[in-house]
């Protein structure tokens, strides 16, 4: 049964549930700590008024004593909160980069499109780490900073009433002055996370087309991109930092007022026995912790503005359900007497612009040899990636074994497949760790079968470790034409019913790529296979041809029929036959 219901996702704070303990411990133990600092000034006071004033060295060292228990105590309970706040942080941000990378890999073809691998990069790893900090942050200092300013603000009311009002004028000046400030550099700091997905976006590019740019000498070029995202960047992040800037001078200064206004007026309150001098020491200390406090304030601020930009973005990503879905399909059972791979009237554009293929219709049984021709942009990898439900058809419907594509599970659909993608992609590991891709049950025997198949068996043979051979990302320690003959044999040490070969032979010589395609013909006599390829003569044997034109089919048949019915088709074959007389032409020797 084909749904298309949308995902009902998570909130970001559920990742939470499994480190309810730590979330809960970690601000008790902090706001044990802070109790504890809250009773140092006062403790002051009485050293001053009671042992100094009156010389009792005794009654010192015991205060002192104190004060040291006070401060070993609350070493213990920021030390265990600390452990607490790194526990469920970390634990936080494994699960929830571990969510999303999940999800993004549930993700089809479409959405890929619509975030782009840069971006996709940054939110799991950059936008995580944001939100791990501000966890860890939220635990060690959320609950302590109110409880400080409101406890320094309570204890300045126990010593002197009066003098309090100092302290509460203090702190609205001062969160007015929080908001007027946050709410400008809120905005900026949303713009920095999408300035950084700009960066990664060259460097990723850069990176991955390195032989290029230095081919063509666009070292500078490259450069002078790279600084422009960068300072971009800079001039983002410097416009947001310039305004939270703002924020210590103004509360320094507020402070600095208060503390004039407390030693001002307590002076005169000492003086007419008000007021004890080390109840005055006390007050300046308690505005001195609320001045440190504000500091954190500031800082948690920053944070959290910016941990609100990364929720936003990486719930932007967990919000989004994928638009091809096997939600409900059960297992399908083959119409008796279809064909194996079927297109009707299909068309399919992407994310809702203008249709790269129109009208297409198409059959082919088993044991078929199918070849897509067409210029650049005529849809040729578009048709085929609509076949292991890559894309979706925007009208009309694919099927194979007579079953439409999205009524299978996905997992029964791609494992019928075999798909050889035009960029090659080995992944490190060893050789029999990439061919075990197709069939992690494939022992050597199927995989060098699979090797001689894709006419890579002689050159991994040769390799002193054969298929212990360790692959580079990449596989950049192979060339390109060992690297597209590797993914062919990943893709046939499955067996697969259906072969789809996306212009993955373009690196090969005219050679090999003949070799390939009569040993394909003759070990895959039942598999149905799709040649995508800019060549004529890598599809002119082809049991079937389909020639697109701007995503119309502009020809079906073979070789021959084609060459007298159609123009499109003439004019490649044409315009390749000198350089196909030059590579020794194939004729009809295959």
Known sequence: MRQNKRLKTKKLTTYLSSYKKEFVLGPF?????????????????????????????????????????????????????????????????????????????????????????????????????????????????????????????????????????????????????????????????????????????????NLAGVRVVR??????????RFES????????????????????????????????????????TVNVGGLKQGEVVALVNYLTQISLTLVVVANLIVIFTKASASAAR???????????????????????????????????????????LTGINLSASSGTVVGVIGGTGSGKSSLVNLIPRFYDATKGSVKIDGVDVRDYPLSELRDKIGYVPQQTALFSGTLRDNMKWGNSQADDAQIMRALELAQAADFVSALPDGLDTAVSQGGRNFSGGQRQRLTIARALVRDPEIVILDDSASALD???????????????????VFIVSQRASSIRHADKIIVLDKGVAVGIGTHATLIEECEVYREIVMSQEDKEENNGKEASHE
């Open 229 to 268: 995202a960068a300072k971009s960047l800079s001039r983002t992040s410097t416009a947001a930092g310039a305004i939270s800037a703002l924020l210590n001078p103004v509360t320094y200064l507020i402070i600095n007022m208060a503390v004039i206004a407390v030693l001002w007026f307590g002076g005169v």
């Open 215 to 224: 081919a063509f000498s666009k070292e500078e070029y490259e450069r002078k």
């Open 314 to 356: 990486v719930k932007e990503v967990l919000d989004t359900s994928t638009s091809i879905s096997d939600d409900g399909n059960t297992p399908v059972t083959p119409v008796e007497g279809s064909e194996k791979v079927t297109f009707d009237n299909v068309s399919f554009g992407y994310g809702g612009g203008k249709d790269v």
């Open 29 to 205: 133990f902090k706001l044990l700590e802070a109790v504890l600092e809250l009773f140092v000034p006062m403790i002051m006071a009485d050293i001053i008024d009671v042992g100094i004033a009156g010389g009792d060295t005794s009654y010192i060292l015991w205060r002192g004593l104190l004060l040291v228990g006070l401060a070993a105590v609350g070493l213990g309970f920021s030390l265990t909160c600390q452990y607490m706040a790194s526990k469920c942080s970390q634990g936080f941000g494994t699960d929830l980069r571990n969510a999303l990378f999940k999800h993004v890999n549930s993700l089809s073809h479409a959405e890929f499109d619509k975030f782009g691998a840069s971006s996709l990069i940054t939110r799991i790893t950059g936008d995580v780490n944001q939100l791990q900090t501000a966890v860890a942050m939220l635990i060690r200092l959320a609950s302590r900073t109110p409880f400080i300013i409101i406890g320094s603000v309570v204890m300045s009311f126990i010593i002197s009433p009066k003098l309090s009002l100092i302290f509460i004028a203090a702190a609205v000046l001062i969160a007015v002055a929080l908001y007027f400030i946050m709410s400008r550099s809120v905005p900026h700091y949303k713009q920095v996370q999408g300035k950084l997905d700009d960066v990664s976006q060259v460097t990723r590019e």
């Open 510 to 528: 005219f050679a090999t790529d003949l070799a390939l395609r009569r040993a394909l013909r003759k070990g895959l006599s039942g598999a149905t």
